[in-house]
């Protein structure tokens, strides 16, 4: 059947399964728009800007597991998604970004709106594409979901000069996609398999450290019951929060810059390591010749760039998490060697515990002043532990991360590796979007949530009905907190005097708004906050000199921990 | 050290960029790149002179593996191999000279490729070294202008 180009799109994403499609409209994009509108299956949402659209689909993408999907026109439609683009790449969030390019005769032109976004997204997308020929859409479009979404997951951006939308072809999407240059590997090498799991048994201070990748791989449920069965303490990235339940005995909390004592001691004193999706990022590492000093470390990542970047490791496994850590399972489940395991690292798992005792996450409450630490416990407590969090960057993140207890996969969503402001607010929105029934709460900052703030629109015209708590310390904090301890005090261009009155902004928008000024208040003002209908916004005035702690600072070992 | 890598590709559009985009990109050095169709039409190969400490070369074996239109990655190093280079010089020819030069391409079998008044343009193939030797020996003659290839290479036997 011969179809247009822009049909021949709108079918695909059909055929595919998308179910919604985070955009904003161009004169490059029009045949598409006009296709969309004649098209029920496929849903639209209209952004208020390329950039949260982006981080709508992204969003959606890691609440769901489904790849998220945007369409933007060329030029500034298609510069704008850059910041989108780079923080999935950073993350492993797949993505599919479709952009409009000027027409193929145009390109190389500096012709209207023309931006040569295949060559800028290239060192920040996974792959992307120029469809040449309209008779190749169909096929790249299949080839873009399929790279989004297996091996390492990561955005791909298909760029469609507009003669291509225009002009017709014969539908034809294959049933399989087959690219010789890209095979990742799943399953372990049995053999490496076993001799990790030998060097685990025969070790006496084990630390499993748990990255985003078991999230991306849907992996907790085995990590859960691989630490188990060995009795293995766990600590995760910020990108693996949810990975490992918070609650659980096991659990260290976070590890790294902002990690609590117990786990960076763990590392520090261990003498094995199983990194699991994770990627020894320079946050979580700290000096890197300082890190892990006593420990032999097994990695295991379906990436095998990730593998021996920055530490040396001792057992590489390339595979994806679920596989490797099912071949564990069976080698240790049930056997004799397990309980004689747990028995010899039971004095390790009471030092640790001596750790979490002596040295848990708190903070010094103070009378009159919020403190936002206490705002995220209030958070947790109201939400019993259910909501699906996003975050915006900087303290508030880190907060978010360290006092709300996590306990399912997909529930903590935040920009990790590029730590990209403005991004928690169109997340929460794809999250909603893709989880219509749970309840959706984005911990914002006040500098944060103003680099995406026009999404209220967006949210407020679907009816996507998500909480925003901003933990309004009128600065930017994070760079403040560093000016604190580093820079003498000297707050420079890190004051931001309380402007703009969030709850008129939210009630301009037609959100509703709330406030809370004191201490007292807030368990009420969240409680009808979060009980309102549609999209709420909740401004939480705190405590502007409160630190992130514990801190290492750049550049120090992980012991060398600030603590409150 | 100095590492030869033989990348087979897909030939198609935008190969190139995303090669040496991943060089620069990350911080590694190109000494030469050399790319052309093989057998296949379908398939390029570049062969890309670099040089870094095990760990960069390995990230940079990896990383090029990852490329999705990337086929193969063959470093090259320590493989028994025909490497060739081929070089293109003006050098001056007057005078004296003019004896040397063509002394210089007898031994080195070289080819004089275009004759100009004052200047010869020669054509040399061969090896690192037979190259550099090659130069260092018309240097003296004043040498004009030079254009090399980079490196090919291809492994010995079957
Ligand atoms: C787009 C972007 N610009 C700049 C930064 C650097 N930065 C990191 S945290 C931060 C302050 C964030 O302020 P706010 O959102 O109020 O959060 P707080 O730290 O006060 O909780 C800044 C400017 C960044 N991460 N992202
Ligand atoms: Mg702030």
Redesign the interface.
Known sequence: MQMTGAEIFVKALADLGVDVVFGYPGGATIHIYDALFKNVKVRHMLCRHEQGAVHMADGYARASGRTGVCLVTSGPGATNTVTGLATAYMDSIPIVVFTGQVPTLLIGNDAFQEADI??IS??CT??NY?V?ETKDLARIIKEAFY?ASTGRPGPVLVDMPKDMLAASARYDLPKEVS????RPTYEGHPRQVESAVRLLLSRERPVVYAGGGVILSNASGELAEFSRALSLPVTTTLMGMGAFPGSDPLSLGMLGMHGTYAANMAISNSDVILAAGARFDDRVTGKISEFAPHAKIIHVDI???SI??NVRVDIPIVGDVKDVLRQMIKLVKGKKEATAYRGKTAAWRGQIASWVKTHPLTYKPSKGKIKPQYVVEQIHKLTKGKAIVTTEVGQNQMWAAQFYNYEQPRTFLSSGGLGTMGYGLPAAIGAQVAMPGRLVVDIAGDGSIQMNIQELATAVQYRVPVKVVILNNGTLGMVRQWQELFFDGNYSQTCLPRIPDFVKLAEAYGAKGFRATKPEEVPEVLRKGFAADGPVLIDVITDPGEMVYPMVPAGAGLTEMLLV | MRHTISVLVENEFGVLSRVSGLFSGRGFNIESLCVAETMDPQVSRMTIVTSGNDQIIEQILKQLNKLIPVLKVIDLTGVDTVDREMVLVKVNADGDGKQEVLRLVDIFRARIVDVAPRCYTIEMTGGEGKVLAFLQMLRPLGIREIVRTGKIAISRGM
């Open positions: 295949v060559g290239r060192p996974k792959h120029l040449k790279i690219l010789r240059g890209y990436d095998p760039t021996q970047k």
